[in-house]
């Protein structure tokens, strides 16, 4: 009877710990990306890792030239101008209809962050009357510069 009542507050403590971690952190939806491995991530880089792309993406789906090359360093390899040519035709191709994205890694190297992720787009092209879905991964490599993150290259397969 004593172990029983020890294993049962001990299950308690447990499940308790387990319940306000859960609070804590929050859990990324499933998509037909699968479950985020973005929770085995330090905080602070995932949670930079979320703000980065957030921002980028939101920037992208109220795409303006100037606000999107105010989050481009004037560093990015191989093409700056290239690039951002490259992500306003992917724009003006077809209207976004969904942009999903899972982490697979955020990597910190001093001032850099290099963020893996997969991502899925559906979008509307204006040439077809059903829209289609584009799937990649690719890593995004930011520098932080004075007190901005700016994206300094895209490996991989552009989500743009």
Known sequence: MKYKMTALCFSALFLSGLASAAEKAPIPAETSL???????????????????????FEVYRHYSRDTFC????E??????????????????A??????????????????????VFKWEKKIQ??????????KGS?????????????LVQVAGTSPF
């Open 34 to 56: 699968g479950r985020a491995s973005a929770l085995k991530l330090p905080v602070d880089d995932r949670q930079q890792a979320e703000k980065l792309l957030a921002n980028i």
């Open 70 to 73: 105010a989050l481009v360093s």
């Open 75 to 92: 560093k990015f390899a191989p093409g700056r101008v290239e690039f951002i040519n490259a992500v306003e035709q992917g724009y003006r």
């Open 94 to 115: 077809g209207a976004v209809l969904e942009l999903n994205y899972v982490i697979d890694k955020a990597l910190p190297t001093g001032n850099k962050l290099a963020v």
């Open 125 to 134: 092209p204006a040439s077809l009357d059903h829209p289609i879905m584009r």
């Open 138 to 150: 690719v890593q995004f490599m930011f520098e932080r510069v004075k007190d901005q993150w700016l």
